[in-house]
């Protein structure tokens, strides 16, 4: 079991960063392969970013070159830097762990808004 706890959304203007840190906790955490995705209202859960334990990245073309996701292993924590922010990219960000091909657990989710 991995319990997932997001944190760092915010209001920003469009152009800003934001950064959210998502910390797990549970014995194997550091095992799984750890993502970031989204949801804004009236649309599907959409993916944003992952990371593996050996740290090979993978990003949705919408925020490649602005978004980078990273990893700290010995503290459990991903973390996902947004910079140059658009309102399209205003939603609920969720962290999320894998195993295998399947996203096992989720975070609360935090609320991220770009103001234009």
């Known amino acids: 079991q991995v319990q997932l706890v997001e944190s760092g959304g915010g209001l920003v203007q469009a152009g800003g960063s934001l950064r959210l840190s998502c910390a797990a906790s549970?014995?194997?955490?550091?095992?799984?392969?750890m993502g970031w995705f989204r949801q804004a209202p009236g649309k599907e859960r959409e993916f944003v970013a992952s990371?593996?334990?050996?740290?090979?990245?993978a990003y949705a073309d919408s925020v490649k070159g602005r978004f980078t996701i990273s990893r700290d292993n010995a503290k459990n924590t991903v973390t996902l830097q947004m910079n140059s922010l658009k309102p399209e990219d205003t939603a609920v960000y969720y962290c999320?762990?894998?195993?295998?091909?399947?996203?096992?657990?989720w975070g609360q989710g935090t609320q991220v808004t770009v103001s234009s």
């Open positions: 990371i593996t334990k050996t740290i090979f990245r």
């Open positions: 999320a762990a894998r195993e295998g091909s399947t996203w096992l657990f």
């Open positions: 549970g014995r194997t955490a550091s095992s799984y392969v």
